[in-house]
């Protein structure tokens, strides 16, 4: 029996479920097709272990944008604090903290080795790259060589699984865009001095924030909650549900979506909309008949990772959210400290839980270890470093999570415009929103940003906002210009038309 509505949604993530959510507060008939049996917020979700609360990730509630801050204050309203943003870089034994404090930072490296890093900088300025194309030349011009080395290379070359030589200059714009060496000085120079540098016209640079929201019991309560009012607003949200297949009727101007359940049943749907935040590899493999730029969906690449959760008698560890490994003896790349984001994300006062975090490939030898030989390579890192002895873990769980992050390596630009030229083109009622489903690696406020302007296309029946022009900040670019005022509230976001 096919089930029809009018817009189908791939995936419960928060693309996902702000589309649904804003769809049938408006009365339009919505269907939301999740892959998990039993879990929404993708990535966002927050999984339960023994009453124990894990952030896959660590999701800060952070944007510049407005219109997103409100979305969340009226799906939870009751349910954020606020948290301090503590992290530090782990390096050659000792702490950092980040944002740096200058004399900490002077006194770890000592006074040659700062000397050097100023002298690579002050190089750096003088001879910069020209249109730097890799994530290397974009911070070796941004920080100097020899900062790269100590406070990038490393852990980037774990997330990626390769060579700095091999990202491209957008992961660096993007990820870092508007710290500099002089921003970080600046900043430091405060935190030392226990001041705060004042922004440049409200000016907030991501990177340096000083407090973040949270929900009590993690991010996933923030889904969960989009998932209840979806279905109370009449949408209904279908779990355990894959992609299977999806063809596009021109005369009728209509989706037909298979999904398959985990028990091997299918079930078609039609619809006029369909939504995806799928990864766009899987998107097009099931498109019928195949897209011609399925060549260049099959060229794009994604980095998996795995949370090892360790659970320890050591209860005060430290107070950072996170502790960024630039260690190259250990493969651990990020420990979570998971009661530094909400008291309540652990249930007993006497214990603390810590999450080792592993960024590997999908079928590599990490991700197919079996769990008891990963909970003992964590409890042997975590030693290693000296913040847990292997007799103070009393339990541990792993945790794993496929498609965490899309490669920017120096083709996925490319791989990535022909997707888009390719299913607009075609598909006038086909929206990529999300991460996975633009391929960019972005923050939650940015996929929401996505999902929000998807949803005022839909309810105006034409591209009225192209999508795309949403940057990382969640800010929308208004005919090339910079949308930070809308995005802050000044103004609503203006709609141009898309060609």
């Known amino acids: 029996m096919t089930q029809h509505t009018d817009v189908l949604i791939i995936g419960a993530g928060p693309a996902g479920l702000t589309a649904s959510y804003l769809l049938t507060k408006e009365g339009r008939d919505v269907t939301v097709l999740e892959r998990d049996p039993h879990l929404v917020g993708g990535i966002s979700r927050t999984v339960n272990y023994k009453g124990f609360l894990f952030d896959i990730g660590g999701h800060r509630f952070f944007s510049k944008a407005k219109e997103v801050v409100d979305l969340w204050k009226e799906i939870l309203p009751d349910d954020f604090i606020e948290r301090p943003r503590i992290s530090r870089i782990y390096y050659k034994g000792k702490l950092y903290s980040y944002p740096l404090k200058a004399f900490e930072a002077l006194w770890n490296l000592g006074l040659v080795e700062s000397a050097l890093c100023m002298a ?6 003088l001879q910069p790259v020209a249109s730097p194309k890799t994530f290397r030349q974009w911070v070796r011009n941004a920080f100097g060589e020899r900062l790269f080395s100590i406070f990038f290379k490393t852990y980037t070359e774990k997330v990626w699984g390769m060579s700095c030589d091999e990202i491209s200059a957008d992961w660096a714009a993007q990820r870092i865009k508007g710290l500099s060496l002089g921003a970080a000085v600046l900043n430091a120079l405060g935190r030392s001095f226990k001041g705060r540098p004042r922004p440049k016209d409200g000016e907030v640079i991501k990177t340096l924030i000083e407090s973040f929201q949270y929900p009590r019991k993690g991010p996933g309560m923030m889904w969960e909650a989009a998932a209840r009012k979806t279905r109370e607003q009449g949408g209904r949200i279908l779990m355990d549900r ?7 009727d021109e005369a009728a101007r209509l989706w037909t979506v298979t999904a398959r359940r985990g028990d091997g049943s299918v079930e078609t ?3 006029n909309h369909v939504i995806s935040s799928a990864p766009i590899t899987e998107l097009t493999a099931a498109i019928k008949p195949a897209p011609i730029s399925l060549f260049h969906a099959r060229a794009l690449r ?11 008698t050591c209860k005060d560890l430290f107070p950072d ?4 490994i630039h260690d190259p003896s250990v493969k651990v790349g990020r420990i979570q400290n998971f009661r530094s984001w909400s ?5 007993d006062p006497d214990l603390a839980c810590l999450g080792l975090e592993y960024f590997c490939f999908e079928g590599d030898g990490l991700w197919s270890a079996p769990d008891a030989e990963l909970i003992a390579l964590a409890k042997q890192e975590i030693a290693r470093i000296g913040l847990v002895r292997d007799d ?8 794993r999570q496929a498609k965490a992050y899309p490669v920017y390596d120096d083709a996925y630009k490319d791989h990535v415009a022909m997707v888009r030229l390719d299913l607009e083109q075609r598909f006038p009622t086909l929206h990529l ?3 996975n489903g633009m391929h960019k690696y972005n923050n939650q406020d940015h996929a929401m940003m996505t999902a929000m302007l998807t949803v005022r296309n839909i309810l105006a029946g034409e591209r009225l906002y192209d999508i795309w022009d949403v940057n990382e900040d969640a800010e929308y670019h208004e005919a090339g210009e910079s949308g930070a005022r809308e995005a802050l509230g000044s103004e609503r976001l203006v709609p141009r038309k898309v060609a």
């Not at 994604?302 to 320890?312: E, G, I, K, Q």
């Open 120 to 125: 690579s900088y002050g190089w750096a300025k």
């Open 242 to 248: 894959t992609l299977s297949a999806m063809e596009w």
């Open 269 to 271: 749907f039609t619809a």
């Open 302 to 312: 994604y980095r998996d990772f795995l949370t090892v959760a360790l659970v320890t």
């Open 321 to 324: 959210n996170w502790i960024y």
């Open 343 to 347: 008291p309540e994300m652990v249930p």
């Open 392 to 399: 103070e873990v009393v339990d541990a769980c792993v945790v």
């Open 433 to 435: 929103v999300g991460r």
